[in-house]
């Protein structure tokens, strides 16, 4: 049997597909496997590179695979897409995802370890969670708005809504108080799930030196820490800091024609949740530092805030804090607050 090189997998629930490739790219085997057969086929292979989309299974694959000695890349669908050639069947998948594997410029998704994995999963968790938090209180407030009762926003505001609930809603039908009552269960169970969550990210993050370090950054909290951490693995694969807040989708659409340059507005790929944790450190960061408070005020900042409008500056400050915490955990270090900007002297200013 000839040498292979390369083995495109195709991920599924039950039934999985193999591609294997010699050298030159040529076709070896085709094969379908269940999911019992999966972890057998593979420790019989000799070491070679194992290729798969990043989709619903694929780290623990990947794991399972790398520890038969397999050299196991995880591409991004949109590096697959291109190969792929009708009719698009699993087989025709599985090729695309072996001839995309051994291509130079490649982008790859780094393999989780389950730890990392967990973090990211209770992540993502509080995040559901949270919006359907939010939801439940849209429907409670849209619900007795229409027999006139309205509340302020924010906490307090819903604790009343709560309270007129659980007070029976005098002079409502029984029905209305019923109905609501269970939607107010719901929404206490949803506070004690969030937290229960917070508590075991918490747990999880406390040991973890690079944590520690990113949380000494102003406008860097526990959340936006254990996130790049979990989410972001060796951010050495960057070649530097802009490369990586490219990936996070804070930098700015190029276009380029002949002489032509077009700067657009930013591009907003990748990690969606990671990105708007950054931008809510960046606007709680802008909002003390005009204070004078989260390391006193920052110069350029308010220079910026005269010339471009405050969202501007606020993903500005974003990809600034993305740029710093690439820095920590890539070159090592702490953090260093930026100097105070010292007054210059009554008689000078006055001057």
Same mark, same amino acid.
């Given at each position: 049997?000839?040498?292979i090189?390369?083995?495109?997998?195709?991920l599924?629930?039950?039934?999985?597909?193999?591609?294997?490739?010699?050298?030159?790219?040529?076709?070896?085997?085709?094969?379908?496997?269940?999911?019992?057969?999966?972890?057998?086929?593979?420790?019989?292979?000799?070491?070679?590179?194992?290729?798969?989309?990043?989709?619903?299974g694929?780290?623990?694959?990947?794991?399972?695979?790398?520890?038969?000695?397999?050299?196991?890349?995880?591409?991004p669908?949109?590096?697959?897409?291109?190969?792929?050639r009708?009719?698009?069947?699993?087989?025709?998948?599985?090729?695309?995802?072996?001839?995309a594997?051994?291509?130079?410029?490649?982008?790859?998704?780094?393999l989780k370890?389950?730890?990392a994995?967990?973090?990211?999963?209770?992540?993502?968790?509080?995040?559901?969670l949270?919006?359907? @938090?939010t939801?439940?209180?849209?429907?409670? &407030? =849209?619900? !007795?708005s229409?027999?006139?009762?309205?509340? %302020?926003t *924010? $906490?307090?505001?819903?604790?009343?809504?709560?309270?007129?609930?659980?007070?029976?809603?005098?002079g409502?039908?029984?029905?209305?108080?019923g109905?609501?009552?269970?939607?107010?269960?719901?929404?206490?169970?949803?506070?004690?799930a969030?937290?229960?969550?917070?508590?075991e990210?918490?747990?999880?993050?406390?040991?973890?030196?690079?944590v520690?370090?990113?949380?000494?950054?102003?406008?860097?909290?526990?959340?936006s820490a254990?996130?790049?951490?979990?989410f972001?693995?060796?951010l050495?694969?960057?070649k530097?800091?802009?490369?990586f807040?490219?990936?996070?989708g804070?930098?700015?659409?190029?276009?380029k024609?002949?002489n032509?340059?077009?700067?657009?507005?930013?591009?907003?790929k990748?990690?969606?949740?990671? @990105?708007?944790?950054?931008?809510?450190?960046? &606007? =709680?960061? !802008?909002?003390?530092?005009?204070?004078?408070? %989260?390391g *006193? $005020?920052?110069?350029?900042?308010?220079?910026?805030l005269?010339?471009?409008?405050?969202p501007?500056?606020?993903?500005?400050?974003?990809?600034?804090?993305a740029?710093?915490?690439?820095?920590?955990?890539?070159?090592?270090?702490?953090?260093?607050?930026?100097a105070a900007?010292?007054?210059?002297p009554?008689?000078?200013?006055?001057?």
């Open positions: 049997m000839e040498k090189t390369v083995i495109g997998l195709d599924a629930k039950s039934v999985f597909q193999a591609h294997g490739a010699n050298a030159a790219g040529a076709r070896v085997f085709s094969r379908r496997l269940s999911r019992t057969q999966l972890a057998a086929f593979f420790a019989k292979q000799p070491p070679c590179i194992v290729a798969m989309e990043a989709c619903g694929a780290h623990h694959w990947g794991r399972l695979i790398a520890g038969f000695g397999h050299e196991v890349r995880m591409l669908a949109a590096e697959v897409t291109p190969f792929v009708e009719p698009k069947t699993d087989a025709s998948d599985a090729a695309a995802i072996a001839e594997a051994v291509r130079p410029a490649l982008r790859t998704v780094p370890t389950p730890e994995q967990a973090l990211c999963s209770a992540h993502a968790l509080r995040d559901r949270i919006a359907m @938090r939801m439940q209180i849209n429907m409670l &407030r =849209s619900h !007795l229409e027999y006139g009762m309205v509340a %302020a *924010g $906490r307090e505001g819903q604790a009343e809504l709560k309270e007129l609930v659980r007070t029976g809603l005098a409502q039908p029984a029905t209305l108080a109905a609501l009552l269970a939607l107010v269960e719901a929404m206490d169970a949803g506070e004690a969030i937290a229960a969550v917070d508590y990210i918490a747990a999880a993050a406390k040991p973890m030196e690079a520690a370090r990113l949380r000494e950054v102003d406008g860097i909290g526990l959340l254990s996130a790049l951490v979990a972001g693995g060796d050495a694969r960057f530097s800091s802009r490369a807040v490219s990936w996070l804070l930098a700015p659409k190029v276009e024609s002949a032509t340059v077009r700067i657009g507005s930013i591009t907003k990748g990690n969606e949740y990671l @990105r708007r944790l950054l931008v809510h450190g960046a &606007r =709680s960061l !802008l909002h003390w530092s005009s204070l004078g408070k %989260a *006193g $005020r920052r110069p350029w900042l308010e220079d910026m005269k010339r471009r409008p405050k501007v500056v606020i993903v500005a400050l974003a990809a600034k804090l740029r710093i915490a690439w820095v920590i955990l890539v070159r090592g270090g702490r953090y260093r607050p930026p900007a010292v007054a210059p009554r008689e000078a200013a006055a001057a």
